[in-house]
């Protein structure tokens, strides 16, 4: 299994901020996930972000609004840029584990007022 | 494109009874097919991975079931209690280039009053 820490776990934000969310393993893992979770709804995959290469962006999100770092292979970060309310949704990220299972951090709560 | 779709959106049980989660997807080439349980704003806790070439993955009260040519799986939860209280969701991995995304489903929330 792998353990993963999101930080943080919640924030409150003004429109037009942006906020940066972190998010560390406890092993090596090759990619790295991050998905949206809109309120009442289910979760939608954000970008891919692998060690060593730009991140790979689903449809309906663009770099620019969703930066991705990923620096080695332990760490990644997510910004959410020029908030709107539209953005407030629970962040997650996730990986997968030896046998395909995947993981996911706690989540952050994202609330843009 | 994917879809996954889970039947019913809640439920509400009394505490001991035997209860079947389902969830179907479209696109029958899978990798495999995940349960996943979430508590009220936080996280997803994996709960039953099963891979394509599987029928059935069991953990203490909770058995799936896969059937890939019809496009579904089953969650089975035995003797219900009063903390399997959450949403379920399904998701599943296409594998190939898409290897690791997970596409979800809607999910069902459970209730079970003591």
Redesign the interface.
């Known amino acids: 299994s792998a353990v993963i820490s ?1 930080k943080p776990s919640r924030d409150i934000c003004q429109r037009g901020t942006s906020l940066t969310i972190q998010c560390q393993v406890d092993s090596q893992v090759t ?1 790295m ?1 991050w ?1 949206r979770q809109q309120p009442g ?5 954000i970008a ?1 972000a692998n060690q060593g290469s730009e991140a790979t962006y ?1 449809s309906g999100f663009v770099i620019d609004k969703f930066p991705i770092s990923r620096p080695n292979l332990t760490f990644s970060t997510l910004t959410v840029s020029n908030m709107s309310p539209e953005d407030s949704s ?1 962040y ?1 990220c ?1 990986v ?1 584990g030896s ?9 952050t ?1 994202l609330t843009v007022v | 494109k994917q879809e996954v779709t889970q039947i019913p959106a809640a439920l509400s049980v009394p505490e001991g009874e035997n209860l079947v989660l389902n969830c179907s997807f479209t696109d029958s080439a899978i990798y495999n097919l995940q349960w996943f349980r979430q508590d009220p704003g936080k996280g997803l806790t994996s709960l039953l991975l099963i891979q394509s070439s599987q029928r059935e993955q069991t953990s203490g009260r909770l058995n799936a079931s896969l059937d890939k040519s019809s496009g579904r799986s089953t969650l089975y939860i035995a003797a219900s209690q009063p903390g399997d209280s959450a949403t379920y969701l399904c998701a599943v991995d296409a594998g190939g280039t898409s290897y690791g995304k997970l596409t979800f489903g809607q999910g069902t929330i459970l209730t079970v009053h003591p």
């Open positions: 999101q990619m996930f998905y709804q289910s979760l939608t995959l891919t689903e629970i997650l996730s997968e046998g395909t299972e995947a993981f996911f951090g706690q989540g709560r």
